[in-house]
């Protein structure tokens, strides 16, 4: 029974990590059709670049928030400087431009910030909870914490504000958003900058976990798209499913069979899901677009 | 385009033919070769190695070079990857013409370019760990650096030593991780240690609670043992601790490093695991042999690099060295005269111990080579 629970803390800490990796794909996927390879990099950079002004002396809530600045500003920067004059390339094009990019970003990184693994203290000096012989960090708690209060304020956003109903409506349909009077080069833009956000935040809430290094984005970016796709690829909410399932599945084969088949596991799954329910887990039937 | 390529490399061509005839070839330098992993996974081994292999480089020249010539170092970065390695290797071989080499960051590079050196008859210093790069010996390749045999055997002392004998193992899946879990569990009965259980983790895995939570529940197991490179170690301590498990942990040489203790914490202390004494140069006694050897290169290496020494740089500092002593007992650049010579080499002490080549021992050294060390407040110390 401690072993259950400990593998599901365990699953859902790095599930959470991915369904915000999976949210940022989303957000940009809606808006332009673009699946953002450099998604995982801004996950890098939000835990990298706090680190560094750390190391700088910054005390850590300061750092937290310029690392996160600096990589939204990144995510801009990637967004008016690749995507935006490529104009109306194929959507092919603009993906492979973001291969391109994170390229770039990772070279960038390794070569400024240090090629070296690096770590953070936890947030809090506080334990965590003990709940029946299980350990849940409290930075893991944070992780859990953090990643509900993002998906919370991204839905009000979303729903409630004015620009967050613009990026809907793009998503839904983006010629008619332009007819309605929705700049959506603006939106494509609000959607890089909230995704570089996004991802930042979760680096840094990983980092005291799971350490981090210039090179550590790639792998998150695969787990992100793999969690997306998994819960249907444009729905935010089947990101969080697509995320939390992953991580869970990742946990569980990990210590009830063993690590070397926790990627295969994943795997299969994913193909399983998408031969039974072509949309992925929430996704909406593509039927609907036309 | 293909016109430009054409013209380039016969300017290149040209380049070298006269490079070839002209007078000045009668000076020409001893050049040696060197392929690293300077990017890429491995590119923590490969930075620190070529860093002193520069170092050193400088101060043999600056010291008068070796049999009155300058060495030029010419240094390839293979990406971690093998197939680059291979084609490094070659270039350094056919185009460079190198007389020797010193590198192969990895088990996977070393492998892949040991056939050119043995085809082309070059002798090659290798300085990453794997046993297979000198068993069987190989007539013209050398190994100094520790092997995850010897460090397997050194654990296992330690721990008959203090009573342990049924451990579980936590492996990582990385090659380094792979190579020492066979290792270990080919030689867990002749050291009369008995591998209970075994479990396995990711190279970018960032939680292995799970894994070590199924350790825990064994109330038979005495100890932990868990191979591995990079940030696996450091995420096994700190997770050890974190799901509260209470026997001793060791850790391969693959944490030997002043930056596994940065990023474990205080989840360090305690931890043992075989390493270098040049982790502890400080605090040899002065009767060790090897003291002088490791305080030397590691203020030499400090004062220049402005970072702590690794055990990494040693196998490079090693290597050059080894080398440098071969050429100049050869009293010439002959690729054969060299490689007898380093097979001949006696009571060469280096930063891995005492090296004494022979025609059918490559590797050198012993298992005093690794230190049992023990992580004390932050701080390496002798466990012995």
Redesign the interface.
Do not use: R
């Given at each position: 029974m401690?072993?259950a629970i400990?593998?599901t803390?365990?699953?859902l800490?790095?599930g959470a990590?991915y369904a915000l990796v999976a949210i940022g794909f989303v957000l940009i996927y809606n808006a332009s059709s673009v699946v953002n390879f450099a998604q995982g990099e801004f996950v890098m950079l939000g835990g990298m670049l706090a680190v560094t002004f750390v190391g700088l002396g910054l005390p850590l809530p300061l750092a937290c928030l310029a690392s996160i600045a600096l990589t939204t500003l990144v995510g801009l920067l990637l967004y008016l400087l690749a995507i935006r004059p490529a104009g109306d390339a194929s959507v092919v094009s603009l993906i492979i431009i973001t291969i391109g990019a994170s390229i770039f970003i990772r070279g960038v990184a390794?070569v400024l910030l240090g090629?070296?693994?690096?770590?953070m203290?936890d947030f809090l000096t506080w334990q965590?909870l003990n709940i029946a012989g299980?350990?849940l960090?409290s930075q893991s708690l944070l992780v859990l914490i953090g990643t509900s209060a993002i998906v919370l304020a991204l839905w009000f956003f979303l729903a409630r504000t004015l620009l967050g109903k613009a990026i809907v409506a793009t998503a839904s349909d983006r010629l008619g958003a332009q007819l309605a009077g929705i700049s959506t080069s603006l939106v494509i833009a609000l959607c890089f900058v909230v995704s570089a956000a996004i991802g930042a935040i979760g680096g840094l809430l990983?980092t005291p976990?799971?350490?981090t290094?210039y090179?550590?984005g790639a792998?998150l970016a695969v787990k992100g798209f793999t969690a997306a796709v998994l819960g249907g690829l444009g729905n935010p909410l089947g990101a969080i499913v697509g995320g939390l399932t992953l991580g869970l599945l990742e946990?569980?084969s990990?210590?009830y069979i063993?690590?070397?088949y926790?990627?295969a596991i994943a795997f299969i799954v994913l193909l399983a899901v998408l031969v039974l329910m072509p949309n992925g887990l929430m996704g909406r039937s593509s039927v609907e677009r036309v | 385009m293909k016109l430009l390529k054409i013209a380039l490399t016969s300017a290149v061509r040209i380049a070298f033919v006269t490079a070839c005839v002209s007078p000045l070839t009668a000076l020409a330098d001893i050049t040696i070769g060197s392929v690293l992993s300077l990017?890429g996974?491995a590119?923590?081994l490969g930075?620190p190695e070529k860093r002193t292999l520069d170092i050193y480089v400088d101060r043999i020249n600056a010291a008068g070079g070796v049999l009155g010539q300058k060495i030029k170092l010419i240094t390839y970065d293979d990406g971690s990857k093998a197939d680059q390695a291979r084609t490094y290797a070659t270039r350094l071989v056919e185009d460079d013409r190198v007389v020797a080499m010193v590198g192969g960051s990895a088990t996977g590079t070393s492998m892949a370019m040991l056939p050119v050196f043995e085809e082309t008859k070059t002798p090659f210093i290798s300085i990453s760990g794997g046993a297979q790069i000198i068993d069987p010996v190989r007539k013209y390749v050398f190994k100094p650096p520790q092997t995850d045999i010897m460090a397997c055997q050194k654990v296992f002392e330690d721990m008959r030593k203090r009573n342990i004998t049924r451990i579980a193992m936590l492996y990582g899946?990385d090659g380094f991780g792979m190579a020492m879990r066979n290792a270990c569990l080919a030689w867990q009965e002749r050291s009369g240690i008995k591998i209970e259980h075994e479990?396995?983790?990711?190279p970018?895995?960032?939680?292995?609670?799970?894994?070590l939570?199924?350790i825990r529940?064994l109330t038979s197991i005495q100890a932990v043992l868990s191979p591995g490179i990079?940030?696996g170690p450091?995420?096994v301590t700190r997770n050890f601790r974190?799901?509260?498990m209470t026997v001793p942990l060791y850790l391969s040489h693959g944490a030997a490093t002043n930056?596994f203790i940065?990023?474990a914490?205080a989840a360090a202390n305690g931890v043992r695991l075989p390493g270098p004494a040049l982790l502890v140069a400080e605090s040899l006694p002065d009767s060790d042999p090897q003291k002088k050897v490791v305080l030397e290169y590691k203020n030499v290496y400090e004062a220049a690099a402005k970072e702590p020494v690794s055990a990494f740089g040693g196998y490079a500092h090693d290597g050059l060295l080894l080398l440098v002593d071969a050429i100049r007992r050869a009293g010439s650049t002959d690729r054969d005269k060299i490689r007898d010579e380093i097979e001949k080499t006696r009571g060469f002490m280096s930063t891995v111990g005492e090296i004494n080549m022979s025609p059918t021992d490559h590797l050198g050294i012993t298992l005093s080579a690794f230190r049992m060390l023990e992580i004390k407040d932050g701080k390496w110390h002798l466990a012995e």
């Open positions: 401690t072993s400990q593998f803390f365990s699953g800490t790095m990590i390794g090629k070296g693994i690096h770590q203290p965590g299980a350990s960090g990983i976990i799971g350490l290094s090179d550590f792998a946990a569980w990990a210590g063993s690590s070397l926790k990627d | 990017t996974p590119g923590f930075v899946t479990e396995s983790y990711g970018s895995d960032a939680d292995v609670t799970p894994q939570s199924n529940k990079g940030q450091a995420i974190q799901v509260g930056g940065g990023l914490g």
